[in-house]
């Protein structure tokens, strides 16, 4: 027999979810699932929600919830709106209870060592390692001989021995067997839910029209449609599974998580506008581009787009486009960014014009900020190129046409040119080897410390 899921055909506002489990901080490929949620909801107007897979109270943490909203309100995600799973255990309850008294959730009392050894026994047969359902042959009095004994069972939800059929938005047509499947556990003998259930209640729960997520969960699908159906959804979501980051090397990075974590690129200095072009472009038929803003970054990502082939990742990579965003934010953008590091006034925003293309990342305004407002230790020049050179210096007040006459003047008076002339004034008037074009830096120094930094003695 076979189970086809189609969808209702009157468009309905979508409601997507992003569900981590607070045991840690999110990563890069967690940040794929949730922007790719949060911008099909964007675009189709419709809700995003936040969900704390919370029910595994011994390593869910309330530091670990508060650090991925934090991560998310870096990338620019606002949830607009927040459940916890981990207060709303009499709904999972009830659902429960329900799929008990139908006869579908029913209580096994092997151990995992007998589970083990029957799974051996399968493989060494050449038969697939799947649940024998021997639970459902106790009688009552087994089952209560077991319990005398201090047995605590788990409580398996009996699949139906279908095919169920679902249009993958990214995957297209697909299909699972059930029959290949074992009865998947959905409480654990202390009583505690596993994943599947709390996870299809709350979508239920909460009208969710759409789960979006990784291609590892495509094997789960077809036992959440049949708990869909179990607990009386109507209209199951749809699905859409797309493909998993994957390292330069062809490698997971599963291991490599704290580098990529979202706390540790955002400390390391990366633009979250990179991170998030890398997460939701990486492996789709669009090229990884710079984006100047999330709703622009938005327009670029469609889930038809993504590739069926793994998409790889590259730290390298991410660092270049860090720096290409960087390069074309506008001061309007980084005006409170810029505020936090005290860089205000009339100077801020034509040093961020003529400083950003040079900046490796954001914090390193500071010290361009530094040789325009601040005090600097400039290399000294030769006395006879010194003394030149102020007498070369255009008069107040100084423009970006000011250096240009400067050092035409200077090359006429000491027959310098190239960087013999200008290498030596901009360590004098910065400090640095490279950096800014000096034509738009000079008049931010302003005269009486050019004057000042151009008759520094060594």
């Known amino acids: ?42 675009k189709h107007g419709g809700t995003f929600l936040l969900r704390f897979d919370d029910t595994d109270s011994e390593r869910s943490t309330e530091e670990f919830a508060l650090g991925i909203e934090v991560d998310l309100a870096w990338l620019g995600v606002d949830p607009d709106g927040k459940m916890r799973q981990s207060e709303r255990f009499s709904l999972y309850d009830a659902a429960a209870a329900k799929l008990k008294t139908a006869g579908l959730l029913y209580p096994c009392f092997e151990t995992s060592e007998e589970l083990e050894r029957k799974r051996r026994l399968q493989i060494a047969r050449g038969a697939p390692p799947v649940y024998d359902r021997a639970a459902l042959q106790l009688t009552e009095h087994e089952r209560a001989a077991l319990a005398a004994e201090g047995r605590k069972p788990h409580w398996r939800f009996k699949l139906s021995p279908d095919v169920v059929r679902w249009e993958d938005l990214i995957r297209g047509a697909s299909h699972i067997d059930c029959a290949s499947l074992s009865d998947p556990v959905l409480v654990r003998e202390d009583g505690s839910y596993l994943y599947t259930l709390p996870s299809v209640v709350d979508d239920i729960d909460a009208g969710v029209t759409h789960i979006i997520r990784g291609e590892d969960h495509v094997t789960n699908t077809a036992v959440q449609l049949q708990l869909f159906a179990a607990l009386g959804s109507a209209h199951p979501p749809q699905f859409a599974h797309h493909n998993l980051l994957i390292g330069a090397d062809g490698q997971g990075l599963s291991k490599r998580t704290g580098a990529l974590s979202i706390a540790g ?135 970006e046409s000011s250096w240009g006459l400067w050092t035409q003047a200077l090359k006429q008076a000491t027959g310098l040119k190239g960087k013999a002339l200008f290498h030596p004034l901009r360590l004098a008037l910065t400090g640095h080897e490279s950096g800014p074009e000096l034509a738009r830096l000079l008049p931010l120094i302003g005269r009486s410390k050019v004057l000042a930094r151009i008759s520094a003695i060594g």
């Open 265 to 399: 690129l955002r400390e390391a200095g990366v633009e979250s506008l990179a991170v998030a072009a890398m997460a939701a472009l990486t492996g789709s038929s669009v090229s990884v581009q710079p984006a100047h803003s999330l709703p622009e970054l938005a327009g670029l990502v469609d889930l038809a787009s993504i590739s069926r082939n793994s998409a790889r990742f590259d730290d390298e990579e991410l660092r270049h486009l860090s720096q290409r965003v960087l390069h074309g934010l506008s001061y309007d953008f980084v005006h409170d960014r810029l505020e936090a590091l005290e860089i205000v006034g009339r100077k801020a925003e034509p040093l961020w014009l003529a400083a950003r293309g040079n900046l490796g990342r954001f914090s390193d305004i500071a010290t361009w900020w530094q040789v325009v407002e601040g005090e600097i230790a400039p290399q000294p020049l030769e006395p006879e190129f010194a003394a030149a050179a102020r007498a070369a210096l255009p008069p107040e007040p100084l423009d």
């Open 1 to 42: 027999m076979n189970q086809s899921v189609k969808s209702p055909a009157a468009f309905v506002a979508p409601v997507v979810r992003f569900a981590p489990s607070p045991t840690g901080r999110i990563h890069i490929g967690n940040a794929r699932t949730a922007l790719l949620n949060y911008f099909f909801a964007r």
